[in-house]
């Protein structure tokens, strides 16, 4: 029989409660517990989605996520998760996740998979063209600007910190000022 | 958020308006429901609709969209009447006592407006402080003077009384008094009451006048910068505290910088218009500082490889009052500005207010990179309702990017707490983390710039990257820790500096030490920090985020070794106004910090001098005291009651004036598309004649971009609905489960209809008036009937419907831009 964790404590509960004895669920929690975690390596992470910042442990074991549950160690969520946090598990075990880069061409019906490296350059060729095509380096009036006015970009706070710093050193050293992000809506 | 997730559990009265936290911040609530628990704290919930909050709530009252200004100076009004206010709070560490100029006037002397009004912008002029010869600010201590902050605030608000309130909120009268009182209470040393908004405040265009509202009832009860107090921004993403820190915002260069203009040609012209002055003697006027954190945020940029000058000129400039906030993006986007455009961890095809403008928009590019988990609304606009590819010009590279549990960083909370997160898992097929994209990207760039002729090269060929490596397959490896040290700053020269505080003692730094904090940072050139308010995330005892120490030495949940907070790890920011003037906690049982005869112990104080030095505690502010008067605004020193822009009544019943006055209208000639209409502007339209509110459900996230396709969560919550009352329904025709379609000016959208007693008709001035709500978490690419070609990913578990905001208008709030997407008109038609 495959049973769950949750599910043979379930079991296990309803086994004790209807005989009646006092006896204590730690042992067999002690004896459940790593039935699904067995030899699976831990890390901790924080929680993607709202702004609480939940602690989660995810469970790997050669190299799949085979478990994710709240963190009882953190003074946040001591363990708890809401639907979408304990969900996080879908989101690495997901066939429908993106994994090669699609191109789409001008009047295109279709998605192409391509290269990453064909793509990194058509991108920067099309950065390029579009910067060197709308760059002021002064506006009406004559002062400074050194700007490209001709690219804008939206993003973002899906990104770790480091990220969001890196990118926008990236997108100001392009001259670009329109720069927006989820905050604004 | 003033101050952070557990601290909710030492609050006595939590005031849920604006959001609803048991759906969408599930987890705050095992705090709030520990403070009911343990110390019997009551709970407020204020909304349009009977929500999950609500549910849990000692008193719950119902307020019609777009009134919340309204409500709350109904409560400034009953504060003030009943002399329940925190006085001697209100007299030290607010701008009660500033004597204002006495040109300025109020809207109830000036139909409706403040004084200043041209065309749709205000001339400030009248909106300032009356100064002495050496520009103090005169003062009145004992509040009476006719022109001072407090006379004035109280008469501004002595027209929003409780009968009025009501007929404009739809809030009965005897519930209006029922919060009024109980929140009130908190105005004693020994009571404290928090605040807990989020998207239901910010998206008005009167946005940030409803926060304004509720600061100046907090500063007005003594609730800020006390446990179990403060102003609860309770943001909907995991680290939009973060990116919002980082700059990745069009005014805002890292650390609330502002962005320079073109009319401040030298970082000399910048940061003496950016550094704030006072004559205010015992004010410390933190943001004298701002040199030392401009510069440091230029060698961030460009390392020594530019002088501080060169680096300034080479950074991109606004014109002076140019906008390029979102709206304003889609808004140019549509009329052919960009070629080029980055949606990089987005949906704006869904997330983006008017989203049939902003799909429209995206058919006017000539590229767009996309960088996202899964397919979505966004990347394959092209292939959407309604569109025909063979004519759409738009070359679109969609970028598949690791998640959040397949590489390492950092994220902050709403509580300003910086948390590190590892890499579990390698991403699926060859995703890559967005740092690694953005290097690869970055480097082709230079690359063409090196080999090619082309515009202005410096800043690319300047920038510094010392974020990791190529590894052996020859692809850049990014490395966060590389650049979490980079945010918090190093020295870039051996140097002596003076300590902080210690006039006359001396620390030595060699090159490449870390900076310990950012009162450490220098305005030469010698030091370089990404981010200052970061600055003492690492240090020599590692990266401060990783730690996961449970010590909580105060007994009031800091827990200030869990992680690392931003500022100085500082968990109630403005906690020098928890103490009194002489240093004592206004109250001891809930203490943050306390003076214990030489220094200050529990949470890193915040602008406490040492007792008795007459220092005032806010100390971001040029005065040091906190604005019940807050000139600074767009529209108003005081928030005033306007009705949204879309709204179902003819007249504002406060006062001539019916919307904000200084908002941007998109519907204006040579400003918005032939896109951009408006129903019941002026007038009631009556083809559009229910309110309509977004909101968000337990089981999604945002535009449902990563959740909808979670099979658990697509089949908790598979589709778009609208919920209306009993009474419209049986107005309507309309059954529990029918298939109806919402509809405004500017789209619509199918739904299935939830009749639900959750929400009530408001009896508005004498009229039944109609609100409905609709999820915003839905969208095409998840539903079963589109059309697959071959390749395409499909949900395992489809969803229904398209997204809320192919309803909601393109209007922004008066100062920040953020849409009005919770107050706007639609009918409702059974299909």
């Excluded at chain 2, 209409?677 to 559009?688: H, I, K, M």
Aim: charged share 25%.
């Amino acid at each position: 029989m495959d049973v769950s964790r949750r599910g043979f404590l379930k079991i296990s509960g309803a086994v004790l409660a209807a005989s009646g004895l006092g006896v204590s669920l730690k042992p067999v929690s002690a004896y459940a517990q790593p039935l699904k975690i067995k030899y699976a390596k831990e890390t901790t992470t924080i929680c993607p989605y709202c702004s609480v910042g939940c602690s989660i442990i995810v469970s790997t074991r050669q190299g799949k996520v085979v478990n994710t549950e709240g963190d009882p160690d953190s003074p946040i969520n001591k363990g708890s998760l809401c639907s979408k946090g304990g969900s996080i598990y879908q989101m690495a075990v997901n066939e429908n996740r993106l994994g090669k880069p699609l191109y789409r061409e001008p009047y295109g019906t279709e998605w192409k998979e391509v290269d990453w490296e064909w793509a990194f350059e058509k991108i920067a060729e099309n950065i390029k063209n579009s910067r060197d095509a709308s760059f002021k380096v002064t506006n009406e009036k004559g002062e400074l600007v050194n700007r490209t006015e001709g690219i804008a970009s939206v993003g973002s706070a899906a990104m770790d910190l480091e990220e969001c710093f890196t990118y926008q050193k990236f997108l100001r050293s392009l001259g670009l000022v329109y720069i927006e992000h989820q905050a604004r809506i | 958020m003033t101050n952070h997730w557990v601290d909710f559990r030492n609050a006595d009265v939590i005031l849920i308006m604006g959001s609803n936290p048991a759906s969408n911040h599930p987890v705050s609530f095992k705090w709030i429901q520990e403070a009911v628990d343990k110390r019997g704290a009551r709970i407020l919930c204020v909304d349009p609709r009977f929500t999950q909050s609500a549910a849990k709530a000692h008193v719950y009252a119902p307020i019609r969209s777009g009134t919340d200004i309204a409500f709350l100076g109904g409560m400034i009004k009953y504060i003030i009447d009943n002399n329940l206010y925190f006085d001697e709070y209100v007299k030290n560490y607010t701008n009660a006592s500033f004597l204002v100029n006495p040109a300025f006037k109020l809207p109830g002397d000036n139909n409706g407006v403040f004084s200043g009004l041209e065309g749709a912008k205000y001339n400030k002029d009248t909106w300032t402080y009356q100064t002495g010869k050496d520009g103090v600010i005169l003062k009145d201590a004992t509040l009476q003077d006719p022109n001072c902050v407090f006379q004035l605030l109280k008469k501004q608000y002595s027209r929003y009384d409780v009968e009025l309130v009501s007929k404009i909120t739809g809030t009965p009268k005897d519930k209006l008094l029922e919060v009024y009182k109980e929140y009130a209470s908190t105005g004693r040393p020994d009571r404290a009451g928090v605040e807990l908004y989020a998207m239901g405040w910010t998206q008005h265009t009167v946005g940030t006048q409803n926060i304004r509202t509720m600061c100046i009832i907090q500063l007005l009860l003594g609730n800020i910068g006390i446990a179990g107090g403060g102003v609860a921004a309770m943001r909907g993403e995991s680290n939009v505290q973060g990116s919002t820190d980082h700059g990745l915002l069009f005014h805002i260069w890292p650390g609330y910088l502002g962005t320079p203009t073109a009319s401040l040609p030298t970082l000399k012209a910048y940061n003496e218009k950016r550094t704030p002055k006072t004559a205010e003697k015992n004010s410390l006027n933190w943001w004298k500082n701002f040199p030392k954190y401009s510069a440091s945020f230029l060698r961030s940029m460009f390392g020594l490889n530019a002088s501080l000058e060169e680096a300034y000129a080479m950074m991109p400039k606004l014109d002076d009052g140019m906008n390029c906030s979102w709206l304003q993006i889609f808004n140019e986007m549509y009329k052919g500005k960009f070629t080029g455009f980055f949606a990089w961890g987005m949906n704006p095809a869904c997330s983006g207010a008017h989203s049939n403008k902003v799909r429209a928009a995206l058919g006017k590019l000539d590229w767009m990179v996309n960088v996202n988990l899964f397919d979505n609304e966004t990347g394959s606009f092209w292939r959407g309702p309604g569109m025909d590819p063979k004519k759409i010009k738009t070359e679109v590279f969609m970028l598949p990017c690791a998640s959040s549990i397949e590489k390492e960083g950092s994220l902050a909370n709403s509580g300003r707490l910086q948390q590190w997160r590892y890499k579990a898992v390698n991403p699926p097929g060859v995703a890559l983390p967005d740092g690694d994209i953005m290097s690869e990207i970055f480097f082709k760039v230079k690359e063409l710039y090196a080999k090619q002729p082309g515009a202005f090269k410096d800043p690319i060929m300047k920038l510094t990257w010392p974020y990791g490596k190529k590894t052996v397959a020859g692809h850049f490896h990014y490395d966060p820790r590389m650049v979490a040290a980079e945010i918090n700053g190093f020295f870039l020269e051996d140097k002596k500096v003076e300590i902080p505080n210690k006039k006359g003692e001396f620390k030595e730094f060699k090159k490449g030490d870390l900076v310990p904090t950012f009162a450490w940072l220098q305005d030469d050139g010698s030091t370089s920090s990404g981010c200052w308010i970061y600055s003492g995330s690492v240090s020599d005892k590692g990266i401060l985020p990783m730690r996961r120490g449970l010590k909580d030495p105060t007994g009031i949940g800091l827990y200030p070794e869990w992680a690392w907070s931003w500022p100085v790890n500082r968990r109630i920011i403005y906690n020098g106004a928890s103490v009194d003037p002489n240093g004592k906690p206004w109250d001891p049982k809930r203490a943050v910090i306390s003076w214990d005869g030489t220094k200050w112990v529990g949470d890193v104080p915040d602008g406490a001098g040492d007792p008795g030095s007459g220092r005032p505690p806010f100390i971001m502010k040029p005065d040091g005291v906190a604005s019940l008067f807050g000139p600074g605004l767009a529209d108003g020193p005081f928030p005033e009651h306007y009705e949204p822009l879309e709204c179902p009544v003819e007249k504002n019943l406060m006062s001539p004036q019916k919307s904000n006055p200084v908002i941007k209208r998109f519907d204006k000639p040579g400003v918005g598309s032939d896109m951009d209409v408006y129903s019941g502007v002026g007038s009631c339209d009556p083809r559009y004649p229910f309110i309509c509110s977004t909101y968000r459900v337990s089981e999604h996230w945002q535009t449902g971009v990563l959740t909808r396709w979670c099979p658990w969560l697509a089949e908790m919550q598979p589709g778009m609905f609208v919920e209306m009352s009993v009474e419209l329904a049986r107005e309507k025709g309309i059954m529990n489960g029918d298939k109806v379609i919402v509809k405004s000016p500017r789209g619509q959208v199918e739904c299935t209809a939830i009749v639900t007693p959750r929400f009530k008709p408001f009896n508005i001035d004498g009229n039944t008036i109609h609100e409905v709500g609709i999820p915003w978490h839905f969208g095409w690419i998840t539903t079963k009937d589109r059309k697959y070609q071959p390749g395409d990913k499909k949900a395992e578990v489809f969803t229904f419907g398209d997204a809320a905001n192919l309803l909601t208008p393109t209007i922004g709030d008066a100062n920040t831009m953020i849409p009005e997407s919770k107050a706007f008109m639609v009918n409702v038609i059974k299909k």
